[in-house]
């Protein structure tokens, strides 16, 4: 028997993993998610008894970044939980199997496991030239992709090259990058933007599509909104600096070494949407403006052509300056959004599955297992 034919709970007490463990993990997950407390007991009772689901990742126009994040994280949830939720059956940087027994695994898993495993797609998809820019086993990355996206439960584009092509399809673009959803249109995709995407996102995704049987709410370039819902000014830990009018005017000098405002550096946080000033990196350890550089918005579509030179502050932003505020920037886009998650979105994530709905009990104390 397959292992992907495991419940998820035998695979955890087979790992050692105590039942207070996997509670932890539900509880960080539904936080990253927006999720109530109450939704604990579901979680948990869904995520063990829920089927391991087959995962394949395919890597195409990319750096590597987006599989290093993901396999680097050292929370012990992470490499210890994830991993065994899933069925992880393809994935080239990691596999042992190489050449035509390793396409193998690919075919069987789309022939046997139709329209039930998750495929995470990390990179760029290039078209021109007949896609010959990207070829693994002799066959081009678009055809791959339509055969494997194509027949699958859901996709997930990880990164920014997966999202919208990314450093790829940056100008001149000579081989035609694309996204995923613009390379393999008509294909069930949630985007998890940024360069790289953050795993613990990703775990979350995974997370609430084994307890609800569906992807979380989505935006309007199909990143879920509980990642992408806010923008990054209005969660820095800078932002006071930014209303008192305090702003670093060149590395290292006083306001730099204060921890001051970023955005005469070229910070790009008033028009970025991403949740790294509460989820951060490194297992909550840092950020990139903690760490004292400027958001790049690289999660925003098409970052690179569009927020570059990333040094150079925004230009003519209407509404701007001291007193600002984020809702004032001409973000009308992102409210209208937020006001749809409100209205139809969130109730959707959240409403219990009917199979679950027994199990989502308060939570009682319990003796590891």
């Known amino acids: 028997m397959l292992a992907s034919n495991r419940d998820i709970g035998s695979a955890l007490k087979a790992r050692g993993i105590t039942r207070r463990q996997l509670v932890k993990f539900c509880a960080a997950t539904l936080a990253t998610l927006a999720l109530p407390e109450r939704y ?7 995520v063990a008894k ?25 929370h012990p949830e992470v490499a210890d939980v994830v991993l065994d939720l899933l069925s992880w059956e393809y994935h080239e940087v990691i596999m042992a199997g190489a050449g035509t027994a390793a396409m193998g695994v690919l075919d069987r898993i789309v022939k046997e496991e139709k329209g039930k495993y998750l495929v995470v797609v990390e990179g760029a998809i290039p078209t021109a030239e007949g896609g010959a820019y990207c070829t693994i086993g002799g066959r081009s990355a678009v055809d791959i ?14 990164g920014a090259c997966a999202f919208d092509g990314g450093l790829v399809r940056s100008s001149p673009n000579p081989t035609g990058a694309l996204g995923v959803h613009e390379a393999v249109p008509d294909i069930k995709v949630i985007n998890m933007a940024g360069c790289p995407h953050n795993p613990a996102n990703t775990a979350a995704v995974l997370v609430h599509y084994l307890t609800f049987n569906d992807l979380p709410a989505l935006d309007q370039y199909n990143r879920p909104l509980f990642a992408y819902g806010r923008i990054i000014h209005d969660m820095c830990e800078r932002r006071a600096h930014f209303d008192a009018g305090r702003f670093v005017t060149e590395w290292g000098d006083e306001g730099h070494r204060k ?27 840092s950020w990139p403006i903690r760490a004292g550089h400027g958001c790049i918005a690289c999660a925003s579509p098409r970052f ?23 809702g004032e920037l001409g973000l009308g886009v992102v409210g209208a959004v937020l006001v749809g998650v409100t209205a139809h979105g969130l109730v959707k994530m959240i409403k219990p599955a ?16």
């Open 40 to 46: 604990l007991a579901q979680t948990v009772a869904a």
């Open 50 to 74: 829920a089927r391991k689901p087959v995962l394949v990742w395919l890597q195409f126009q990319d750096c590597t970044g987006c599989s290093e994040s993901m396999l680097r994280s050292s």
């Open 145 to 158: 992709a339509r055969q494997v996206c194509g027949n699958a439960a859901a996709t997930i584009a990880v």
């Open 259 to 285: 921890g001051w405002c970023l955005y005469k550096m070229g910070c790009k946080g008033p028009e970025a949407n991403f949740n790294c000033p509460v989820v951060q990196w490194n297992d909550h350890t």
């Open 304 to 326: 690179w052509d569009h927020m570059s030179p990333f040094y150079n502050r925004l230009p003519n932003v209407p509404g701007f300056g001291v007193e600002a505020s984020a």
């Open 354 to 369: 009917p199979e679950y709905a027994s199990a989502a009990q308060p939570e009682t104390a319990e003796k590891d297992n």
